[in-house]
């Protein structure tokens, strides 16, 4: 049933029309050649029915509120299976008590590499006990649901209003001010909600109007959810075993409702102008009931993890909130496709456009953000350190590298951990996690703890942010994890001295996650990252004229050469059968990154990579892929010179490259949105567009045919 759901639900927008106008050369005049609000704008995202796949988001990089038709957060429970109805900060964290004392080193299984044993947390079955603290480590700490704000409204015989007695709604995102209109009637009656986000604090303003208020047919419900510690968190979870309080103060206009859970107590602060009461309904539920004698009525809800002093009120809210989008919309870079003919070129900018929008509310805080951003839980709404590279790379590119830099600290937090999981494995340097949290622990997983693609990384931040400031202080801020990733990068490959060569594994699992990994060694794309990070590592060495190790030097220099069958690239040299056993011919075909991702490197043959691209283009089992493996194919297509491939790339049909009304990127029924999906369409546009070093001419990536692209404000990719 709930497949069937969201299938119905699912609003694939295909091919619409594309525009392309003269392309323009980046330069750093103030005003923009290209009429912002009015690009911005034409991309409003409109809502008119019940529509549990088009929920639509508020937030400020590091706190998100998403709504249903009504504005609010008013049918969690049916909206719960498609984009749920979220209220999630980045520091909502909780962890359950450990009173079986399960240590992490219970989840630790060796692995021989190259001769040693070397330990790894993987998830473990064949103890009862250990299992269980896999789970315990990988369910803890979990990201939490902070409240639910809805509408509780009742028809004139006194019954609950179901989301299909909504009549005439009409929803508009505004996406220049970051602010949510909605209208809907119930029984001929007019609603009315205004939604926004205050872009520095973690509150929700929101107004109200309807002559339900005056018919006392209309209240507001706040109601937290308990958490579910589980892969996903719906907000949907109302009952639990566990001891938690949710307790109400009230004093004049003003409410707080402290909220004490295993690990993390918070706040919820509430502000309302005109007559109201609050009260509690049941345990954890509380009701905001304004008075009769009014049809407006207007509020602000704030969330934090120390206490609540101050709470902006509404007005505070929209002037922050229409301030800084419009700030955010004239910076950085921007894409006009308004002229072409090609008939894709409206449904590509549309997906720029809210592409932009989501990733900036809900991807741009001071930590690496999930897959489905501040939403809803996935992978127990841990970060997976190799998507931070979907998350982050195209912030500078787009011309706004202080977005990126705002979660560049948290490496610095999670720098003990990494230096410790190398040390661990006899290791130099730091190595950096893959699935992690807040806090930068290791969460035991079978694949996460084996890939190795997370690990340059940093390198390729810090070498973004070098190129938008060029400085001995950006070199200074950042020089040493890079160099501490370096160090990692040189001493984990294996010497083989009989073929006079260093060896990425075995045990590795690449970033197609299809290899067994105690058998698996040498992937192509990751010998072509470990090049350019030690490559890139050592530049920086020279750049503070500091001296470089010879081990970084001798382990660039006799690096495996990529490996070749029929003249064609294999994934991993280990497995000769990558393009005949259909298993192989699934998940990322990450091969791509070899030469996408990554610049022309000096084991790079272009021609082989051409034949591969081929290949893949034809064979590969596109409807079992991610949403950033279309991206990332239209950036391999574009440097090897396949403009059209690179466009139709980005157009492919399966199902996880589909782009809903709000525009998320729809993988699943487990996962309605991915956010990394939204971030490769960015890279890949910003490179199509601007090209990388030594690329010529004028939009690279794009064909000459249908296309009239004008663009400011983006940079080369490497």
Same mark, same amino acid.
């Given at each position: 049933?709930?497949?069937?759901?969201?299938?119905?639900?699912?609003?694939?927008?295909?091919?619409?029309?594309?525009?392309?106008?003269?392309?323009?050369?980046?330069?750093?005049?103030?005003?923009?050649?290209?009429?912002?609000?009015?690009?911005?704008?034409?991309?409003?995202?409109?809502?008119?029915?019940?529509?549990?796949?088009?929920?639509?988001?508020?937030?400020?990089?590091?706190?998100?509120?998403?709504?249903?038709?009504?504005?609010?957060?008013?049918?969690?429970?049916?909206?719960?299976?498609?984009?749920?109805?979220?209220?999630?900060?980045?520091?909502?964290?909780?962890?359950?008590?450990?009173?079986?004392?399960?240590?992490?080193?219970?989840?630790?299984?060796?692995?021989?590499?190259?001769?040693?044993?070397?330990?790894?947390?993987?998830?473990?079955?064949?103890?009862?006990?250990?299992?269980?603290?896999?789970?315990?480590?990988?369910?803890?700490?979990?990201?939490?649901?902070?409240?639910?704000?809805?509408?509780?409204?009742?028809?004139?015989?006194?019954?609950?209003?179901?989301?299909?007695?909504?009549?005439?709604?009409?929803?508009?995102?505004?996406?220049?001010?970051?602010?949510?209109?909605?209208?809907?009637?119930?029984?001929?009656?007019?609603?009315?909600?205004?939604?926004?986000?205050?872009?520095?604090?973690?509150?929700?303003?929101?107004?109200?109007?309807?002559?339900?208020?005056?018919?006392?047919?209309?209240?507001?419900?706040?109601?937290?959810?308990?958490?579910?510690?589980?892969?996903?968190?719906?907000?949907?979870?109302?009952?639990?075993?566990?001891?938690?309080?949710?307790?109400?103060?009230?004093?004049?206009?003003?409410?707080?409702?402290?909220?004490?859970?295993?690990?993390?107590?918070?706040?919820?602060?509430?502000?309302?102008?005109?007559?109201?009461?609050?009260?509690?309904?049941?345990?954890?539920?509380?009701?905001?009931?304004?008075?009769?004698?009014?049809?407006?009525?207007?509020?602000?809800?704030?969330?934090?993890?120390?206490?609540?002093?101050?709470?902006?009120?509404?007005?505070?809210?929209?002037?922050?909130?229409?301030?800084?989008?419009?700030?955010?919309?004239?910076?950085?870079?921007?894409?006009?496709?308004?002229?072409?003919?090609?008939?894709?070129?409206?449904?590509?900018?549309?997906?720029?456009?809210?592409?932009?929008?989501?990733?900036?509310?809900?991807?741009?805080?001071?930590?690496?953000?999930?897959?489905?951003?501040?939403?809803?839980?996935?992978?127990?709404?841990?970060?997976?350190?190799?998507?931070?590279?979907?998350?982050?790379?195209? +912030?500078?590119? /787009?011309?706004? %590298?202080?977005?990126?830099?705002? #979660?560049?600290?948290? *490496?610095?937090?999670?720098?003990?951990? =990494?230096?410790?999981?190398?040390?661990?494995?006899?290791?130099?340097?730091?190595?950096?996690?893959?699935?992690?949290?807040?806090?930068?622990?290791?969460?035991?997983?079978?694949?996460?703890? +084996?890939?190795? /693609?997370?690990? %340059?990384?940093?390198?390729?931040? #810090?070498?973004?942010? *070098?190129?938008?400031?060029?400085?001995? =202080?950006?070199?200074?801020?950042?020089?040493?994890?890079?160099?501490?990733?370096?160090?990692?990068?040189?001493?984990?490959?294996?010497?083989?001295?009989?073929?006079?060569?260093?060896?990425?594994?075995?045990?590795?699992?690449?970033?197609?996650?299809?290899?067994?990994?105690?058998?698996?060694?040498?992937?192509?794309?990751?010998? =072509?990252?470990?090049?350019?990070?030690?490559?890139?590592?050592?530049?920086?060495?020279?750049?503070?004229?500091?001296?470089?190790?010879?081990?970084?030097?001798?382990?660039?220099?006799?690096?495996?050469?990529?490996?070749?069958?029929?003249?064609?690239?294999?994934?991993?040299?280990?497995?000769?059968?990558?393009?005949?056993?259909?298993?192989?011919?699934?998940?990322?075909?990450?091969?791509?990154?070899?030469?996408?991702?990554?610049?022309?490197?000096?084991?790079?043959?272009?021609?082989?990579?051409?034949?591969?691209?081929?290949?893949?283009?034809?064979?590969?089992?596109?409807?079992?892929?991610?949403?950033?493996?279309?991206?990332?194919?239209?950036?391999?297509?574009?440097?090897?010179?396949?403009?059209?491939?690179?466009?139709?790339?980005?157009?492919?049909?399966?199902?996880?490259?589909?782009?809903?009304?709000?525009?998320?990127?729809?993988?699943?029924?487990?996962?309605?949105?991915?956010?990394?999906?939204?971030?490769?369409?960015?890279?890949?546009?910003?490179?199509?567009?601007?090209?990388?070093?030594?690329?010529?001419?004028?939009?690279?990536?794009?064909?000459?045919?249908?296309?009239?692209?004008?663009?400011?404000?983006?940079?080369?990719?490497?």
């Amino acid at each position: 049933m709930r497949k069937a759901i969201l299938l119905l639900g699912i609003i694939f927008y295909t091919a619409c029309n594309f525009s392309n106008s003269e392309n323009k050369e980046h330069t750093d005049e103030p005003e923009s050649k290209i009429d912002r609000k009015a690009l911005v704008s034409r991309h409003n995202v409109k809502v008119d029915g019940i529509d549990t796949l088009a929920s639509l988001s508020v937030g400020n990089g590091a706190f998100a509120f998403t709504v249903d038709a009504t504005g609010l957060q008013t049918f969690p429970d049916s909206y719960q299976f498609g984009v749920p109805l979220g209220t999630q900060s980045e520091w909502g964290w909780d962890s359950h008590p450990n009173p079986e004392n399960y240590r992490f080193d219970e989840t630790l299984v060796e692995y021989d590499q190259n001769g040693r044993k070397v330990t790894y947390s993987v998830q473990r079955k064949e103890l009862p006990r250990s299992e269980e603290a896999v789970n315990y480590y990988r369910e803890n700490p979990h990201r939490i649901q902070l409240a639910n704000l809805g509408l509780e409204l009742l028809k004139e015989n006194g019954e609950e209003v179901k989301p299909e007695d909504l009549q005439n709604i009409q929803q508009e995102l505004n996406l220049w001010t970051g602010e949510i209109e909605s209208a809907f009637e119930i029984e001929g009656v007019q609603v009315k909600v205004y939604t926004a986000v205050h872009q520095s604090d973690d509150v929700v303003g929101i107004r109200i109007k309807s002559e339900l208020i005056e018919q006392d047919r209309l209240q507001v419900r706040i109601r937290i959810p308990f958490p579910t510690a589980e892969w996903e968190d719906l907000a949907t979870k109302w009952e639990g075993d566990e001891d938690y309080s949710s307790t109400l103060s009230v004093d004049g206009n003003r409410a707080h409702i402290k909220r004490v859970m295993d690990s993390i107590t918070y706040n919820i602060g509430l502000q309302w102008q005109g007559n109201a009461a609050i009260e509690e309904k049941e345990e954890h539920y509380f009701v905001l009931k304004p008075s009769k004698d009014q049809t407006e009525f207007e509020f602000t809800t704030k969330f934090s993890n120390g206490e609540i002093s101050e709470i902006p009120d509404l007005a505070s809210v929209t002037k922050s909130s229409q301030n800084r989008w419009e700030e955010f919309w004239q910076s950085g870079g921007a894409v006009d496709f308004s002229g072409s003919t090609d008939e894709r070129a409206h449904e590509l900018e549309r997906r720029v456009i809210l592409s932009q929008y989501l990733t900036k509310l809900q991807c741009t805080g001071s930590q690496p953000p999930q897959e489905t951003g501040l939403t809803y839980n996935s992978w127990f709404g841990k970060p997976h350190l190799e998507m931070h590279w979907w998350h982050g790379v195209h +912030l500078p590119l /787009w011309g706004r %590298p202080e977005l990126l830099e705002k #979660s560049m600290p948290w *490496y610095d937090t999670a720098f003990d951990k =990494a230096k410790g999981i190398a040390e661990r494995q006899g290791f130099e340097g730091a190595r950096w996690q893959k699935m992690t949290d807040h806090s930068g622990y290791e969460t035991p997983s079978s694949v996460a703890a +084996l890939l190795i /693609w997370q690990q %340059p990384h940093f390198i390729t931040f #810090s070498e973004l942010l *070098y190129r938008a400031d060029s400085s001995e =202080a950006t070199l200074n801020k950042y020089k040493e994890r890079v160099f501490a990733t370096a160090d990692l990068m040189a001493s984990f490959p294996n010497y083989n001295k009989d073929k006079d060569r260093y060896e990425l594994g075995p045990p590795v699992i690449p970033a197609q996650e299809r290899f067994p990994a105690r058998e698996t060694f040498n992937p192509t794309y990751e010998l =072509a990252y470990w090049e350019w990070g030690l490559k890139t590592a050592i530049e920086w060495k020279e750049r503070l004229n500091e001296e470089v190790p010879e081990k970084w030097v001798e382990v660039l220099e006799k690096l495996s050469e990529f490996p070749v069958q029929d003249d064609v690239y294999l994934a991993t040299e280990s497995a000769t059968d990558s393009y005949t056993n259909p298993e192989y011919k699934t998940d990322h075909p990450s091969v791509f990154g070899t030469y996408g991702m990554l610049p022309e490197t000096s084991r790079l043959d272009k021609k082989i990579m051409k034949n591969t691209f081929d290949l893949i283009w034809e064979t590969w089992s596109w409807e079992e892929t991610w949403g950033w493996d279309f991206p990332m194919t239209a950036m391999t297509a574009a440097r090897l010179g396949k403009p059209n491939k690179a466009v139709d790339a980005l157009f492919m049909n399966p199902q996880t490259n589909t782009y809903l009304k709000n525009g998320h990127n729809y993988q699943e029924e487990r996962l309605t949105l991915y956010l990394p999906g939204n971030g490769g369409v960015l890279t890949a546009v910003a490179m199509m567009c601007a090209g990388w070093d030594g690329s010529e001419g004028e939009t690279p990536g794009f064909p000459e045919e249908g296309w009239e692209i004008k663009w400011e404000g983006l940079e080369k990719m490497p």
